[in-house]
């Protein structure tokens, strides 16, 4: 490590104020003349460039770079890519679904491989942002609304991505974004304001990103929102105080695509030169596309409002994370020397990843796994069955459709011999409202034994910039599953979609009910093995799902309130009795047209199994502060079916300086359970584990009553209370 300091020492000394510029500046490499960003690079105005397109491209780039710019110094070579390269994998949210850290982290690393392979050595993944909002676009990017699930599966991505040594040519510089609590945009619309208090910040939106440092991310990227009024990428707070001096992070800040410049129309900055200053001064070293670095940095100098050690330091920031990536040794990619992209490997984990992440929702009279033998003629309906492109949700800039194999054609591949397959698409994409296609549908219907009904969101609804103020399905496709519904056969719905959606009045008619997020590539057969039984659904939703839209904020981990209540006690908005006196319905929180519960809570998720849990118990029902202790639970699984399910572990502090939440994340396990079998399962926690950070901003476990509940799914009762000590 001293060396790499010193050959920095070596080029910082080298280096002019322009060339230092250059390096905190990263370009893009898709727009504008070839030439003059060739030039660039070659007057060495450019670090890194984001979106050079193909192997051709970066190694040429990066030759001007090396062979050709005055001091050599290699690009670092950037690109989101978020949930697979060519290969696609389901979007960050489904894969949040599987719960499965490992195979969360062999999909960063194939991703890895497939990027690394065109010369990409940094990706602005993993997005850790909270998300609690599905009229966010952003929450399809997003690993949900658990701050423990999401720094384990954030840290997991980091980890896949960067191979434990960045050294190694398929390696990639994760990026941890977008720092910090974008989630939280006002409203669910992408760049609005955020505002939060500071123990929300620190207990809910940092965790994921402070476990980020942990897990070595070598770089990090500030959000394009502002918290409590200043933008995040002219946080001091966020950037010096947490990031740099609380958390001791290393690596390099980037800003988010021309975040630096928008401190203007945010007004916070009169000027671009002002902006500079500001990301500057408060931590930022590269800047993302916009060029006020470059524009401004000599005159802020010669100015004195900035001095030249905080440059050098920024540049070493970069510098660090390009020696570490071994880019001066050597910055060209060689194709040939990587697994082939769409390898068989990499499609059976981005099958493996799709099936894991499908949650089943409902199934009734146990329509599901379908019975072939009792099919001859299967009805697959619907926008979404037969859409590669659209299967492969937002950010897949480098996917290859044509890998893609949709629903359809894996039931036809697989089971065309076993019975007569009528498809319809019924509606021509996910928001017609053309109801032409509708006959053929009901006749295919009409003519079939099952009815198969994709239903959900093109890609296009969801991701950045792509915020809906009314998350029910788009277009018609409720009046698609009316018009089935009465056949009255039996029907199973399939999502795909990038957010939670209201779908309660839809499901009414579904007899079961699989939500496959945009699944990837491989989405196709993993639904299709779900539904005849070659995999049993183990997928637990990582986000709650609302009845109404109206009740967005919700999430399983609420504060409690004065005045709680339970669904079976409201009286329901058609239920008042007309003249009913002011305070005859009871003072209570609920909304009278939705209730209090979601209609799918955080966790949730069924399989083929029936799991049963009983006999909880605790090491000790006092435990000291500083202490571990056990917590044990009978898993039995009393279906007839072999399945999987992800055991949860939730605490709640009954009593505390600040309020707490019902119930918190702390573990999860996850055990397949053939039929009839038992199993004890064990969890170890510490009481450090149970802390917060309190009024003062300071993390601590208090003593007093607590109480430990594990189950299905966060509306798990099983519980036991103990008591921590001083
Ligand atoms: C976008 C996104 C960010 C992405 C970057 C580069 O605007 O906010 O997540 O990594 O720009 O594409």
Redesign the pocket.
Known sequence: MQDIEKRINVLIHQMTLEEKAGQMSQIAGDMGDLENIKDTIRKGKAGSV?NAIGVEQVNEFQRIAVNESRLGIPLIIGR?VIHGYKTILPIPLGQAASWNPELVKVGARISAIEAAADGIRWT?AP?IDISRDPRWGRIAESLGEDPYLASVLGSAMIEGFQNKDLTRHDSVAACA??FAGYGYSESGKDYAAVDMSEPRLRNVVLPPFKEAVKAKAATF?TS?SEINGIPASASEFLMKDILRNEWGFEGFIVS??DAIIQLVDQGFSETKKDAAFAALNAGVDME?VSQSYADHLESLINESRIGMELIDECVRNILRVKFQLGLFDDPFTNPQIFSEPGSIHHLDISRQAATESCVLLKNEKGILPLEVNKIKNLAIIGPLADEPSEQLGTWVFDAIPEWAETPLQAIRKERENQFNIHYAKGLDFSRSKDRSGFPAAVEAGRNSDVILLFLGEEAILSG?AHCRADIDLPGIQDVLVSELAKLGKPMVLIFLAGRPLTIQNTLEFADAALYAWHPGTMGGPAIADILFGKASPSGKLPVTFPKLVGQIPIYYAQKKSGRPTAEKDIIFIDDIPIGAPQTSLGNTTFHQDAGVEPLFPFGYGLSYGRFEYSKIAISKDRIRLGESFEVYVDLMNAGQYEATEISQLYISDLFASLTRPVKELKKFQRHTLKPGEIKSLQFILHTDELGFYNGKNIYVTETGKFEVFIGADSNTALKISFEIIA
């Open positions: 984001i989101d602005f997005m974004k977008h990227m394009f988010d695509w993302m950045e």
